[in-house]
Nanobody
Framework: QVQLVESGGGLVQAGGSLRLSCAASGSIFNINTMGWYRQAPGKQRELVANGTSGGSTNYADSVKGRFTISRDNAKNTVYLQMNSLKPEDTAVYYC?????????????????WGQGTQVTVSS
């Protein structure tokens, strides 16, 4: 069974920083795209940033220059360093990953979500 576990959310003042972590566990062979989405109250879930196993990254325009995504492929972990936080960054942040898993006889691919971690930025 594959699982994503997030940590690092919390309450911070505007202009502050937080670092989110998401670790994947299970019988994992490889993780392709891994990244972060967020959902604010009354709004749709949106992509914040993601990165491929090859090192390519993609950011939402609203976070470019402030957030940095990084991966530790050996640890199946993705990080989101969030600097210069704004009240509009307040949301539940979800980790998402495309994971290849299974056994030596059978391999499967699935898209997985973490449970979400709350980020609140006060003005």
């Amino acid at each position: 069974q594959v699982q994503l576990v997030e940590s690092g959310g919390g309450l911070v003042q505007a202009g502050g920083s937080l670092r989110l972590s998401c670790a994947a566990s299970g019988s994992i062979f490889n993780i392709n795209t891994m990244g972060w989405y967020r959902q604010a109250p009354g709004k749709q879930r949106e992509l914040v940033a993601n990165g491929t196993s090859g090192g390519s990254t993609n950011y939402a325009d609203s976070v470019k220059g402030r957030f940095t995504i990084s991966r530790d492929n050996a640890k199946n972990t993705v990080y989101l360093q969030m600097n210069s936080l704004k009240p509009e960054d307040t949301a539940v942040y979800y980790c998402n990953a495309d994971i290849i898993y299974g056994t030596i006889w059978s391999r499967y691919e699935g898209n997985y979500w973490g449970q979400g971690t709350q980020v609140t930025v006060s003005s």
